[in-house]
C-alpha cells in the first residue's frame, strides 16, 4: 500500500459535489446534490492525511475502514474500495446519502480540526457503491454453505436489511416481515426523495431478494400472524421493528385540530405520492398554499419542512426551543432548508394553539433561554420569564417531536418481553439478545423464556440514525450466528 497520492489537503481544497439550484431543486424530488465525477472523487480522496489515529473510523458506527477505501479510490482502485466500504457496512450507498456526516466521521476528521477543510466522506462513499453497481460488482450473496436454521426477521428497515444480508453470508436462511408494502421502512416512507431516491433502496432490496432472502410483506405481526407462530416456525427471532409512534404535543388546548399533523404521517403520505401509489385526497396532509409550521429541530423535523416548500406552501418555518448550535438536526441539513426558503425559529417552545371551528389558526410559544450546561454536554433551557409568548400564525402544524415505540408485549402478546421504562425493547450488548426478565440476577442463567430471540435498531436505542441500526442489525447477525453454533455443540 502506497500513500503517494494522498496528503493533498494543502493543495486541493474541500469540495463538495455540485449541489442544484435551490429555485431549481424545489420544484421536484431529486436528490439535491449531484454525483462525484471519477476525477473530483480521486482528488477528494488525495487529500485525507492517512492519520495513524483514524479519528473518522473511531467516530463511525459501523467502524469503517475509511482511510484505507480512500486511499484505493484516490489510486483509481475502486473494486477494492468497495471490497473495503461492504466489508463493515451492508448499505454504504444509503449512509454516504442520509448519514450526518458532520457530526460523525467529518465532524472528527483531523483536517477539519486543523483548519483544512475535511475530507468529504460521505460523498465518496455514496461514488464508490454507486460506481459498483453500475459496474457489475455488486453481486448477489451465495454463501459457501447452506445451513438449514431459518431466521425471521420482523422489520424490513435498516437493521433488519442488514442482518439479513450478514445472516445470508453465514448460510441461514432468512425470512423479513413488514407490516408495509414495500422493503425498506423508513427509508421508503419516512425519508423524503430529495435525500434518498427510491430506487437506490429498490436496488438495495432487489440485492437481497437475488442473495435468497425472502420477504413477506402487508404483515403485521400480532395481527396478521402471531409471534408465536414465527419463535415456532424459526430457529431464531430478529425483532427489528423501529419505532413509529409520534410523541405529541401533549395535552394543550387545540391538540384535536385536523389540521395538527404527525410528521410520518406527513411524510408517508408525500412519499407514496412520489412513488405513484393512488391515493385518496386529503387536503390536511397538503401544504400547497399554507402557512406551515414545523415543531421540532431533528432531521424528521428538516424532512417535513423542505417537503412543505416542495408541496408550494406560502411559507414555511420550523420552531425549535434551542439555538442553531445545539439543536440535533444535521448543519448541512438546516442549511439546505434555508436556501429554500424555510425560517427557522430558535428559541421557542410551543405550549399550545389558537383555534377557530376546529382548526388552527396560530401557534403560540415561550420564548426560551439557554441555562448551564447538562451532563451530556448540552445546555439547559429555561423559560425567559420577561419575554411575552411568541405567536406563529399558521395553516397547517406538523409536530416532528420524535418518536417513542409501540407496545410490543401487547402487540406481540407476549408479557414477559423485556422493556425499558421507555418502552424500548431490553437487549444485551454485543450480541443483541433480549435480557431475561428476571429479579434475581443470580437466576439469568436459568431463565430462558427469550433464548434465540434478538433485538436490534430504534426499538432497542430508541429513535436514532439509519447507521446505528445498521450497526445493530449487523451485531445481531453475529450474535444469532454464534448462539445457533454454540447450540448446535450442545446437542
Not at 421 to 432: E, I, K, N, S, V
Amino acid at each position: 500500500m502506497s500513500d503517494k497520492n494522498m496528503l493533498k489537503f494543502v493543495a486541493e481544497k474541500r469540495a463538495m459535489p455540485s449541489l442544484r439550484d435551490a429555485q431549481t431543486r424545489v420544484k421536484d424530488y431529486q436528490e439535491i446534490y449531484q454525483a462525484f465525477s471519477a476525477k473530483q472523487a480521486e482528488s477528494q480522496s488525495a487529500r485525507c492525511s492517512q492519520c495513524g489515529v483514524p479519528y473518522c473510523q473511531i467516530h463511525c458506527p459501523v467502524s469503517n475502514n475509511i482511510p484505507d477505501w480512500l486511499m484505493r479510490v484516490a489510486e483509481n482502485r475502486l473494486d477494492e474500495a468497495y471490497l473495503l466500504s461492504s466489508q463493515t457496512n451492508v448499505l454504504p450507498e444509503i449512509c454516504g446519502r442520509i448519514c450526518p456526516q458532520d457530526r460523525l466521521c467529518e465532524g472528527s476528521c483531523v483536517l477539519e480540526q486543523a483548519g483544512h477543510g475535511t475530507v468529504t466522506i460521505g460523498a465518496v462513499e455514496k461514488y464508490i457503491t454507486d460506481t459498483a453497481f453500475d459496474n457489475g460488482w455488486v453481486q448477489p450473496i451465495k454463501p459457501l454453505t447452506e445451513l438449514k436454521q431459518s431466521i425471521g426477521i420482523i422489520g424490513a428497515g435498516p437493521a433488519g436489511i442488514a442482518a439479513a444480508a450478514r445472516l445470508r453470508e453465514f448460510g441461514y436462511q432468512v425470512v423479513i416481515y413488514d407490516a408495509y408494502d414495500r422493503v425498506g421502512g423508513l427509508l421508503i416512507y419516512g425519508i423524503p426523495a430529495f435525500k434518498l431516491e427510491k430506487n437506490i433502496v429498490e436496488r438495495r432490496a432487489d440485492w437481497l431478494a437475488q442473495s435468497g432472502v425472502k420477504f413477506v410483506l402487508n404483515c403485521r405481526i400480532g395481527k396478521d400472524k402471531s409471534f408465536a407462530e414465527l419463535r415456532k416456525n424459526h430457529d431464531a427471532v430478529l425483532i427489528a421493528t423501529g419505532v413509529y409512534q409520534a410523541r405529541d404535543i401533549g395535552d394543550v388546548v387545540g391538540a384535536d385540530s385536523k389540521n395538527l399533523i404527525a410528521a410520518l404521517d406527513y411524510l408517508t403520505h408525500s412519499n407514496r405520492l412520489d412513488l405513484g401509489d393512488k391515493l385518496a385526497s386529503n387536503a390536511n396532509l397538503n401544504a400547497k398554499g399554507k402557512k406551515v409550521v414545523v415543531l421540532g429541530g431533528g432531521d424528521t423535523a428538516m424532512d417535513c419542512v423542505r417537503t412543505a416548500v416542495r408541496q408550494g406552501a406560502k411559507s414555511v418555518q420550523c420552531l425549535y426551543r434551542r439555538d442553531r448550535a445545539n439543536m440535533p438536526g444535521s448543519v448541512r441539513e438546516v442549511a439546505n432548508a434555508e436556501q429554500e426558503g424555510v425560517e427557522f425559529c430558535w428559541l421557542v417552545a410551543p405550549d399550545g394553539f389558537i383555534s377557530k371551528n376546529g382548526m388552527i389558526t396560530a401557534v403560540q410559544a415561550q420564548k426560551m433561554r439557554l441555562g448551564e450546561k447538562a451532563f451530556d454536554g448540552r445546555q439547559a433551557i429555561l423559560p425567559d420569564a420577561n419575554a411575552e409568548m411568541a405567536v406563529f400564525p399558521a395553516d397547517m402544524v406538523v409536530q416532528a417531536l420524535g418518536f417513542e415505540p409501540e407496545n410490543l408485549p401487547e402487540q406481540f402478546a407476549d408479557k414477559a418481553l423485556p422493556v425499558t421504562q421507555w418502552g424500548t425493547l431490553r437487549a444485551r450488548y454485543p450480541d443483541m439478545m433480549l435480557e431475561a426478565q428476571i429479579e434475581n440476577e443470580a437466576d439469568a442463567d436459568n431463565d430462558n423464556t427469550h433464548n434465540g430471540i434478538f433485538a436490534a435498531g430504534d426499538i432497542v436505542r430508541g429513535a436514532s440514525l439509519v447507521v446505528w441500526a445498521v450497526r445493530e442489525g449487523q451485531d445481531a447477525a453475529k450474535g444469532i450466528h454464534q448462539w445457533l453454533q454454540n447450540k448446535m455443540k450442545q446437542v
